[in-house]
Every structure is written in C-alpha cells, then in structure tokens.
C-alpha cells in the first residue's frame, strides 16, 4: 500500500483546510487509515482514523468536534477536513494505514505517506 498526502498549507486562526490521502490499493476488509501529526520539537500524535469497511471513526479529543475523516472507496482517497483551525494544530500531518483494529499509537501503522506541512498563523 502506497499512500500520498496532500492538501496542507498557511491559513488563518479559524480557517479551514482538507487534507487528501490516497491510497494505490486498498482492498482490505480490515484496513485502517489514519491521520496523525507531528509538531516541531513534539512527538508524532494520533489525530483520527477510519475503518475503511464500514466507516467506524474514531478522534482525538484535541480535534474532535473541529475535524471530519472520511473516505471515498471508489477514489482510494481518505480525507481530513480541518475546521476551526488553531495555532496548535500547526504540524506536518502523515496518513497512515494498517490491518485490524483501531490503534492510536503510530508505531503499529505499517504504512505511512510523505507529510503534508499545515500552518495555521494566529
């Protein structure tokens, strides 16, 4: 599995940006995609993940109520769309796959794409 990142940038405090994460195949019933985040000086966090079959999500509570995961089967394509964003959410995202059940701990992905760098200036 192959996946590439894109979508961040420079946006305001309170802005919004979507992040895309597609994926070369992914034909797994049991695959999970996740997006996490890494920011300067910091460890790599958990942000959300989805079950690619049946769409079970599950969030950090940094950003839940603020940033939607969702999936396009048909396009391979996993997306992050980040509302109400904030200084602290200033980092270089990375999706993320792996096989079996949700995890938030970035280590047991087994796949992961390139950074997507979003800064969010106050």
């Known amino acids: 599995v192959q996946l590439q990142a894109s979508g961040g940038g420079l946006v305001q405090a309170g802005g919004s940006l979507r992040l895309s994460c597609a994926a070369s195949v992914l034909t797994f019933s049991s695959l999970v995609m996740g997006w996490f985040r890494q920011a300067p000086g910091k460890e790599r966090e958990f942000v959300a993940a989805i079950k690619w079959s049946g769409g079970t999500i599950d969030y950090a509570d940094s950003v839940k109520g603020r940033f939607t995961i969702s999936r396009d089967i048909g396009k391979n394509t996993a997306y992050l769309q980040m509302n109400s964003l904030k200084p602290e959410d200033t980092a270089v995202y990375y999706c993320?796959?792996?096989?079996?059940?949700?995890?938030?701990?970035?280590?047991?992905?087994?796949?992961w794409g390139q950074g997507t760098e979003v800064t969010v200036s106050s």
């Open positions: 993320a796959a792996r096989l079996g059940s949700f995890i938030r701990t970035p280590r047991m992905y087994r796949y």
